[in-house]
């Protein structure tokens, strides 16, 4: 059963620092990762989408990496502002199309 | 494109009650999930569409969760005589098919079952 698993829970950092959310799987054999933005009381928005033959995504001051032999990912936010203040979550494919998500990571960036 | 849409935005009802929750998927997105969030959890998959086809439904989802998708278009999420355990955000998601088509998410309906 495939287990998603997001460390840590919570940060809270100053504006500016550059910052690195993890996520973990417990199985290897997955189609794809996405990590997902969280506004309090929405729905989520698609940041990045990593393939199973990819190594990484870039998006602006976003860097995502996936190694899947180590079930492991990680989110690179460059030089943090208080916009990037959400809940961060990945989500990995059981199969094609099924998503297990994360329990996420509670992002504080403070001015 | 204007998103996925979700309706009501908020749902409050007794226990007992039955409710049905709509979703509106990006116009050419065959694939449409329901997913449920509780605060402070991931979302948890309920049911998957391929066009108008139901093609997985969670354990999660009891004999009071019904859901459809007629002609491969909207969705709606039936709950029949509400429990307050019922009570979470229910998340609808749309995609194409593809390894590399991400998950679009719509704003969620929140239920309140008192």
């Excluded at chain 2, 979700?6 to 050419?28: A, L, M, Y």
């Excluded at chain 2, 065959?30 to 049911?47: A, D, K, M, V």
């Excluded at chain 2, 002609?71 to 979470?88: H, N, P, V, W, Y």
């Amino acid at each position: 059963k495939q287990e998603v698993t997001q460390i840590p829970a919570a940060l809270s950092v100053p504006e500016g620092e550059n910052l690195v959310l993890n996520c973990s799987f417990t199985d290897s054999a997955i189609y794809n990762l996405q990590w997902f933005r969280q506004d309090p009381g929405k729905g989520l928005t698609s940041l990045l989408l990593i393939q199973s033959s990819q190594r990484e995504q870039t998006s602006g001051r976003l860097n995502a990496s996936l190694d899947k032999s180590s079930g492991r990912s990680t989110l690179y936010i460059a030089a943090s502002q208080p916009g990037d203040s959400a809940t961060y979550l990945c989500a990995v494919t059981v199969g094609t199309y099924k998503y297990i998500f994360g329990t996420g990571t509670r992002l504080k960036v403070l001015a | 494109d204007t998103g996925v849409s979700q309706d009501p935005r908020h749902k409050i009802t007794k226990r007992g009650q039955n409710v049905t929750f709509r979703c509106d998927p990006i116009s050419e997105h065959n694939r449409l999930y329901w997913y449920r969030q509780t605060l402070g959890q991931g979302p948890e998959f309920l049911t998957y569409f391929q066009n108008e086809a139901q093609l997985e439904k969670s354990r999660l989802l009891s004999d009071r969760f019904s859901a459809e998708r007629p002609k491969g278009s909207f969705s709606t999420l039936e709950i029949q005589r509400t429990e307050q355990g019922d009570s979470a955000m229910y998340l609808c998601a749309s995609s194409l098919t593809g390894d590399n088509s991400p998950l679009h998410f719509g704003n969620g309906t929140r239920l309140t079952v008192t």
